[in-house]
């Protein structure tokens, strides 16, 4: 928000609570909600090592060549990051104060997803490799611990003239952290004793295992400023892609938003027509 111009940064600043607590949203509702588990993630390694030349950038192209059912499985985060920035654009472009403060939030929600490097990875939490737990440590404990120790401001919002290749970037650079994410907590864990790795405290009253202040140290110098890298280039992204989606609307002007009543049709139905808008597909076109 606070890399946003002026016109901008009025308005988000006045919706600053609505948007943090609905950023959450989407993970809520990921396992009730048909459709939503596979926004988060991809899991680009079961496409073997030339996946970025496998995949194509387009959903439609990816959809002809994996087949749809497949694509959805591994996850689509990239693809997903593309349609919901046309969604935001489009309510921007409606003036619908209430689509674009949710859309806000949910696109930010999936930027930043996109930017978590066992986001990338059908090994998400290490359990293919006897690390389970290591999503939570490092997504949770690492910035809990450290967070604030980080340098967030990157700069007024630039505009971005390929949000496709912009969503693409991000998942390539956490897939090329990934193997810094598993092998250093690899490699720390064969130098710790293994009651030094785990520490045992009492949340909510219930005694909770976690990586120990000492492992989660060690841990975070051996990556090197990865955390903050990630989050800053999350941070970086989501305001660019706000931006760029104000401006493809035309700037409109936000202190003009207004709540729009919410259509008849259920939220599937209208889901499904902004996907066939997006893909310029008719609706006799589906089977
Ligand atoms: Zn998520």
């Known amino acids: 928000m606070f890399r946003l111009p002026a016109a901008m940064q009025v308005f988000y600043k006045k919706h600053i609570d609505y948007i943090t607590e609905n950023a959450t949203n989407p993970d809520k509702r990921r396992y009730a909600v048909a459709g939503e588990a596979e926004r988060h993630f991809i899991d680009l390694d079961v496409y073997g090592d030339s996946v970025f030349y496998f995949l194509p950038p387009s959903w439609p192209k990816a959809v002809e060549r994996v087949g749809e059912d497949s694509l959805r499985k591994h996850g689509i985060v990239p693809w997903h990051i593309q349609l919901a920035a046309f969604q935001l654009t489009e309510a921007f472009k409606m003036r619908d104060l209430t689509r674009v403060l949710r859309l806000s939030a949910e696109l930010g929600h999936y930027i930043a997803d996109a930017h978590v490097p066992l986001h990338t990875t059908s090994n998400y939490n290490g359990q293919k490799t006897r690390q389970t737990g290591i999503h939570g440590f490092w997504e949770s404990r690492l910035p809990e611990l450290f967070a604030e120790q980080y340098e967030f401001w990157e700069g007024p919002a630039v ?65 090197a400023g990865q955390v903050e890298r990630r989050m800053r280039a999350s941070i970086r992204m989501t305001g660019d892609i706000w931006y760029t989606c104000w401006i493809n609307a035309g700037q409109p002007d936000l202190a003009s938003l207004t709540e729009i009543k919410p259509q008849a049709t259920p939220e599937k139905e209208e889901e499904t027509s902004w996907i066939r808008r997006l893909l310029h597909i008719r609706p006799e076109a589906d089977d």
Do not use: C, P
């Open 159 to 223: 505009y971005q003239e390929n949000i496709m290749l912009a969503a693409w970037q991000a998942v390539r650079e956490s897939s090329e952290a990934r193997d810094s994410v598993l092998s250093f907590e690899k490699i720390l864990t064969g130098t710790f004793a293994s009651d030094k790795k785990y520490s045992y405290e009492l949340r909510n009253n219930v005694l909770t295992r976690s990586y120990s202040r000492e492992f989660s140290e060690q841990y975070h110098a051996m990556l």
